[in-house]
């Protein structure tokens, strides 16, 4: 609690600095967005989400004078529900930000009040020894900012998630002024978004995605349109709304968090849509091809989603023809690729035509590349540099790139989830980390490493139980069960281990042994024979039960 | 078996056309390509691979005349050693397919006699009514050919993966003369590889890579460079061989397919390398880090890699730092890319430096983009088309792409596993379907599509065991047993299912039902108290045996 500026990366997935920052000074610390991750099924089965393990931000729960969201994706302010649930302090974000997040609350069933605080381009709040700026920056999500941080050891720069579009779609610009004066009066420390760190260029500007849009939609005129596409894009949904009603089309909006948004979206202005032009799902039918506009979520090939149940069976009164142009505009979120190609292919077959991002610009991406970046160093101008947002490979070609703006290697930090670092104008200086990382929920329970680990194994080799109830003279009391799941048992290894495990046991010699030692005997004797005839090792399970 | 063309698509993977394609006319039958597929671990856990089906080949196998071999790919050979078992017949292929082949049978021990018959640029084989011309293309391994198939239906051309490479790293360039003349006499059916019909323009020379790497080399003359490369791709091998010689590096070869490649390109002189200059890895601590290159496996992030034992704690006696490069020469397989991230990131924070398909031009793909195959379409001129080798929404697209090219949408057939069709002057008729896609194999186990499923559901919701051990009086004889694996229950949980159950059977009321009601009825208490609990379904596996 010395009085000297102390950063600490917390967060739930591999993206350092994504989820959760804590900035800590003397008295004060505040926390910088509170973010959840999604895990890939292959490597976390049956895991829903993961949140950022808080263990240290309760401890020091008393000095937390604030939340500052940069903006309003869910791996920004996702774990907010859970983390307000131990930590209630006023949470400042843009409307948009603050609309997501109440909605969020709503469905978790929230009925504590929380101190919701909106801000604007400007905003500044005193949260004890810090003042937080927040500048307006462009993101694909609407009501993004970057955070100017006074503290008593200097200015910290967060941009937060964003890229530099000159042509947002509400025309409302990165304040690169603002970002430049701050920038010459001096910045300690830049923390960037490292995300596009591996692109080269410039990233493609929001409002030329509306003009391929447009010309998929003239090339297309005569079919139904569906277009998938991340549901908290408010500018894309409007571009694509703008798109459809050129044409006269009804809209149709599939899937929750495209209504939720589009709900939210009118609520703030941000889009205008005569009721008259919007129908429900279930009536479709009645309209023709060429006057329906559906807009969708799945762009992740999620299981539950409206596209995939499209590309199935059917879904609602929806059903996949050789009339469908289906726009995919998105990307695949690294690990999500097959389950879209699933959806793509399953698409294909049922005769729609497919419009995606490889073959037609109707995606950018939310994040600077490298020119972004080295425009925003330029006019920051850090002392010390941290590259955030990325997996740890991008952090250092983030470093890299800074370096060869002149930012010494010393300067620069890379951290890890739970690093713990002081900053001062004297130098970075690294403190002991600090336990962190990600809880994993599955519903809302919290599951361990170990069950973890048990279930990738059942799915890579299977399961094999034995059940052997003995009587007191330690011989099979009935007939010794076996049981497998996941396998493939020629019966006769079957036959092998039961009798085997029924001579061994039925002299009664094993009487006096424990149940731990009869579960490892068992268990050796099933992998033995298991081993020697199929060469693998499924996952034994030996019950032993006593009269 | 009437004299038309008939024309089965067969394969392990989801690529249609790529892993195996069956021809037959009246009483000839030909094969092309016999591949295996690699699963994804998530959809398919605890598989090793994915064979295709044969029960209709075997059904017919007394008509085959011959295997064709396109190139050495192990999707393309990979299942030889199991077709063989059953259908004895010549394979047909380039000198190194066969080579490759030929380890692939040693390493299967494989004691019986196949005939593997080499061929050249122009050769031509007759099989029963078909006479099969190979003509020289480019792809990632050297020794590729198309298929001119003359049958008395006509010629069928059948491109084999291929690209248009006119600056080969042997100089051995596709023979586009011999495709024009064949398409200038009259082409029947065209079968093109659908791989990059998403890449618009050219792909990239493979020497084109080699001037990447030199120019990498140089930029790191007194690091020690690590490459990562798909072990099959002799020229690239060959490239990064030269580059380290050049620089008076000797070559460390780690991983078994790298040392099977070079081998084998140095018995066909492919690769020319003084045996000095070839170093053990367990004696790379011997020599300075700027006189070393080290060509290692794990380009797809595979666990046993080299390159993945490497990124954690250290293989042989090779430990990752600060002055090591390690340039990723290959792509990732979509699917893959998680794990290719982790072992990138854990490179990364060892110190080393990356050098990446997506900021390097380190990688080529060996397949033709938009513009290659356009030229193709335009050389062979066929009456009809049916795009292979890629997944559906790739044929769909190549069919789009097709009849842009003036091909009718009528002349043209988009196939799946298992399609069957006749194809003469008068257009193509589609047939029955067979039975196809693939055989999933554990080791050299079957394993049924079941199964996978119930590994699947296990990693997903965890499993719980109750054993219950009834007497004469269908009373319990012992206490009942709750076992878990991969779950976190809650011990209030656990109690209530054990006196639940312990309740309901001690009245001894159950003793007239059958195994099967005792289990449901066991399944059915469970669960409910699981999910009115937690909320989840876990399998759960009733074991109930008899006194």
């Known amino acids: 609690m010395a009085n000297r500026l102390k950063i600490v990366f917390l967060g739930g997935v591999e993206e350092i600095g994504k989820n959760m920052t804590l900035l800590e000074y003397g008295e004060s610390a505040i926390i910088l967005d509170a973010g959840l991750g999604f895990p890939n099924s292959e490597n976390m089965p049956g895991v829903d989400f993961l949140i950022p393990d808080i263990s240290y ?23 907010l529900p859970f983390v307000l649930k131990d930590i209630n302090v006023p949470v400042y974000g843009s409307s948009i930000a603050l609309a997501f997040l109440d909605a969020k609350i709503n469905r978790a069933g929230g009925n504590k009040k929380y101190k919701l605080v909106q801000i604007d381009n400007g905003s500044i709040i005193q949260a004890g020894d810090f003042s937080v700026e927040f500048i307006r920056t462009t993101h694909s999500i609407a009501g993004a900012f970057s955070l100017a941080i006074t503290s008593p050891s200097g200015v910290i720069f967060f941009t937060g998630d964003f ?12 304040d690169l002024s603002r970002i430049a004066a701050i920038g010459s009066k001096g910045v300690l420390l830049l923390m960037q978004d490292s995300t596009n760190v591996e692109r080269l260029g410039y990233s493609m500007s929001e409002s030329r995605v509306g003009k391929s849009l447009e010309s998929v939609f003239n090339d297309n005129k005569n079919k139904r349109i569906i277009v998938a596409t991340f549901a908290s894009n408010i500018h ?73 149940r499209m590309s199935l069976d059917g ?34 077959k049922k005769g729609a035509s497919l419009v995606y991002e490889s073959l037609s610009e109707v995606h950018a991406s939310g994040h600077a590349c490298v020119e972004e970046l080295k425009l925003m160093i330029a006019l920051v101008k850090p002392t010390y540099f941290i590259p955030v947002h990325g997996e740890f490979r991008h952090l250092k070609k983030h470093a890299e790139l800074a370096e ?8 620069m930090f890379l951290p890890e989830l739970g690093s713990c670092i002081e900053v001062s104008r004297g130098g970075i200086r690294r403190l002991p980390s600090i336990d962190a990382g990600a809880v994993m929920l599955v519903g809302d329970i919290e599951s361990d490493e170990g069950s973890i680990i048990e279930r990738k194994k059942m799915a890579e080799d299977g399961i094999v139980i034995s059940a052997i109830t003995l009587s007191k003279t330690g011989k099979p009391k009935v007939e010794i069960d076996l049981t497998s799941k996941g396998l493939n048992i020629l019966s006769a290894i079957e036959d092998e281990i039961q009798s085997t495990l029924q001579s ?3 002299g009664g010699e094993y009487r006096n042994m424990v149940t731990e030692e009869l579960s490892q005997l068992t268990r050796k004797i099933i992998s033995k024979i298991f081993y020697s005839k199929q060469k693998r090792c499924p996952v034994i399970i030996p019950i032993i039960m006593f009269e």
């Open 57 to 79: 931000v309760k401890e020091i729960k008393k000095r937390i004078k604030g939340i500052f969201i940069t903006h309003g994706h869910e791996d920004h302010i996702g774990a």
């Open 163 to 174: 890229k530099i579009d000159h042509t947002p779609v509400d025309g409302k610009v990165a």
């Open 236 to 308: 894309r949904i409007k571009q694509i709304v703008d798109c459809a009603l050129k044409q006269g089309r009804r809209i149709v909006l599939s899937g929750r968090s495209v209504l939720n948004t589009v709900a939210i979206a009118q609520k703030l202005g941000e889009i205008k849509l005569d009721p008259e032009m919007l129908i429900d799902i279930n009536n479709t039918k009645k309209i023709p091809d060429d006057r329906i506009c559906i807009i969708a979520t799945g762009t992740q090939g999620e299981p539950s989603s409206a596209l995939t």
């Open 315 to 348: 879904f609602k009164n929806v059903s996949i023809g050789e009339n469908d142009t289906v726009i995919l505009s998105a990307s695949p979120i690294p690990g999500n690729e097959r389950s879209i190609h699933n959806v793509m292919n399953n698409l294909s």
């Open 404 to 411: 060869s703006m002149g930012i010494p290697r010393p300067n």
């Open 504 to 506: 061994r046991f039925s």
